[in-house]
């Protein structure tokens, strides 16, 4: 098979003209990166002869430790529908797992660390985890100079249309590259906040819905500055209005179909369902650490702006941390409502799966579902229904993750320790900064 593989994509490129390839990975921090070789070193590219230096990307190894390789996935074999700048000829991609030069995986690689964890699942009896992302991003006017300034595209509210929505074109470009590249797209749409946007797709298997998201991401900053806009996954850049989010709706499937769905079940949820919640629930302090990494990301999840901030889950109510959507069949899922897209989707996605498998090995029990506004709640009704807060900040999620075994097992000690080590520096540099609202609030009082 991976011979017929090979020859499908040596001919690919050579009728399509594909002149360079782009063999990209994820550090840990969830950035893309990327080598860029022409097309005459296909050949090395497929044999995984690829070499670099891994003490250059953060977390991974240190300068004595530096020569790695780039093993291509040929599964994610696709040609960039935009040509180069001169006209004559495109890019082709592949998304890369990193090894280390005796051929072992290597354990700092995000995208080798989800591969293990979904081995760990098939060992509980399942054959895929699914997930379906919602992204959400914000669209901003270049400067004269081509910078990202501070000025929103729009004014534009949820699901409004042109002339309120001035991206409309700019998303539909979007839609057409992804579905070019092979995206089943669902929905697009303007979201709650000014200038904010929403576009889904299609669910997949693990690797591969987290491969999309960093795909996704590439396309819509790509295509957002041909319109002279730029894209920011910035969970809060704004105060004041609805920050920017990326959902989780989960599935694990079996032999028999949605190991979530039961159809005998009084509301369609099979023990399984309610022992991956508890899981989610049990831990949900210590993985926010990776679902929401940057210290921006907890200006998001505060009360009033539709984002979690309460441990609890529900059916109907978007207001605690878990959501099960009212779909059924193989369509039962069970949505995570705090994940930001700042998050690294191959290590968010590994936490997630390890806190609901946790949760189904030990036979966990899900509290009481909240149909409740719990933003209306006083805290001694939330003590009453033993709903616990989300961390407030940075800070609180790495304690919290630090104490946490399943969730340091789910991100593997190379990178729970570089992790920690990177957030706990962004924590300690932003308590040493002068913000803005400081030099307001204080700067002519005192």
Sequence with gaps: MSAEIKETIRKEAEEK????????????????????????????????????????????????????????????WLIFPWKLENGDGKIARFICDVHMPDGQPFAGDPRNNLKRVVKEMKEFGFTSFNLGPEPEFLLFKLDENGKPSKTLNDNGGYFDLAPTDL????????????????????????????????????????????????????IVKT??????????????????????GMHFNMSLFNEEGNAFYDSESEDGLSGTAYQFIAGLLDHAQAYTAVCNPIVNSYKRLT????????????????T????????????????????????????ALAVLLKAGL????????????????????????????????????????????????????????????????????????????????ETDRYFELY
């Design 167 to 218: 991206a409309e074109n700019c998303r539909r470009d979007i839609v057409l590259e992804l579905e070019a590249l092979g995206f089943e797209i669902e929905a697009s749409h303007h979201e709650v906040a000014p200038g904010q946007h929403e576009i889904d797709w299609k669910y997949a298997d693990a690797v591969e819905a987290c491969d999309n998201i960093q795909t996704f991401k590439l």
């Design 320 to 347: 605690p941390l878990v959501r099960v959507p009212a779909s059924r069949g193989n369509s039962t899922r069970v949505e995570l409502r705090s994940v930001d897209p700042t998050a690294n989707p191959y290590l």
């Design 17 to 76: 003209n594909v002149r360079f390839l782009r063999l990209m990975f994820t550090d840990i921090d969830g950035v893309i990166k990327n080598v860029e070789v022409p097309v005459s070193q296909l050949e090395k590219v497929m044999n995984n002869e690829m070499a670099f230096d891994g003490s250059s990307i953060d977390g991974f190894v240190e300068i004595d430790q530096s020569d790695m390789k780039l093993h291509p996935d040929l599964d994610t």
């Design 358 to 437: 946790k949760g189904i090995g030990e036979a966990k029990s899900a509290p009481s579902p909240v149909n409740k506004n719990i933003y209306n709640m006083d805290q001694i009704e939330r003590d009453e229904n033993n709903i616990q807060s989300l961390p407030q900040n940075l800070y609180e999620a790495i304690e919290s993750l630090k104490k946490d075994e399943t969730i340091i097992d789910g991100l593997g000690e190379h990178i729970f320790e570089r992790f920690v080590a990177a957030k706990s520096a962004d924590w300690h540099n932003f308590t040493k900064a002068v913000t803005q609202w």
């Design 303 to 318: 009360p009033g702006y539709e984002a979690p901030v309460y441990v609890a889950w529900s059916g109907t109510n978007r």
């Design 223 to 244: 295509v957002a500055r041909k319109h002279g806009l730029h894209a920011t996954f910035m969970p809060k850049p704004i105060e004041n209005i609805s920050g920017s």
